[in-house]
T-cell receptor
Framework: KAGVTQTPRYLIKTRGQQVTLSCSPI?????VSWYQQTPGQGLQFLFE???????NKGNFPGRFSGRQFSNSRSEMNVSTLELGDSALYLC????????????FGEGSRLTVL | AQSVTQPDIHITVSEGASLELRCNYS??????LFWYVQSPGQGLQLLLK??????LVQGIKGFEAEFKRSQSSFNLRKPSVHWSDAAEYFCAVGDPSGGGADGLTFGKGTHLIIQP
């Protein structure tokens, strides 16, 4: 069974640009969550999607957005990039929610210059 | 809001020795509890989870954790560590009242170093 796949794995952007990250969940998983990991703040919850609906959102500005498609694949977008957005962005999937544990991808490492 | 504290930022253990990583949480009831491990450049791997029942839970790679309600703790243990256990370990809690749709709250992590 393939795991959670995130693309791209690494990317470099400049301030003011926007970026889109993609996540393919484990087959059969309908819940997809996104987390930001930085050395200073640690792992922080961005948002969670289930059946194309955002069910919950963390405390991040509106520049951070996401969506989920009918095949459960998800994308997140960050607009008007800031230096502080440099981080490892992790996608996680589960059957329906986090109660059974989340299965994480290897992440997309974003560097903003 | 729930919170998680991992008091030890770094722990050094000799190969073959036992290991205990501490985790304390703050939550009004019993949360979902998890331990994850992250190797350099990798995502997080679920080691074990607890939401009810037996307070001693077994996980993968020979790890176990014990939930102690009176101490609001969920410590991770392993009787004998291997060099391959060197990694970052994260404790996380989830809020059952949110139906599992809420995000997990993670501790800051404990960096485990294995001495030969």
């Amino acid at each position: 069974k393939a795991g959670v796949t995130q693309t791209p794995r690494y990317l470099i952007k400049t301030r003011g640009q926007q970026v889109t990250l993609s996540c393919s969940p484990i087959s059969g998983h309908r819940s997809v969550s996104w987390y930001q990991q930085t050395p200073g703040q640690g792992l922080q919850f961005l948002f969670e999607y289930f059946s194309e609906t955002q069910r919950n959102k963390g405390n991040f500005p509106g520049r951070f957005s996401g969506r989920q498609f009918s095949n459960s694949r998800s994308e997140m977008n960050v607009s008007t990039l800031e230096l502080g957005d440099s981080a490892l962005y992790l996608c996680a999937s589960s059957f329906r929610d986090s109660s059974g544990g989340l299965f994480f991808g290897e992440g997309s490492r974003l560097t903003v210059l | 809001a729930q919170s998680v504290t991992q008091p030890d930022i770094h722990i050094t253990v000799s190969e073959g020795a036992s290991l205990e990583l501490r985790c304390n949480y703050s939550y009004g009831a019993t949360p979902y509890l998890f331990w994850y491990v992250q190797s350099p450049g990798q995502g997080l791997q679920l080691l074990l989870k607890y939401f009810s029942g037996d307070t001693l839970v077994q996980g993968i790679k020979g790890f176990e954790a014990e939930f102690k309600r009176s101490q609001s703790s969920f410590n991770l243990r392993k009787p004998s560590v291997h060099w391959s256990d060197a990694a970052e370990y994260f404790c996380a809690v989830g809020d059952p009242s949110g139906g599992g749709a809420d995000g997990l709250t993670f501790g800051k992590g404990t960096h485990l170093i294995i001495q030969p």
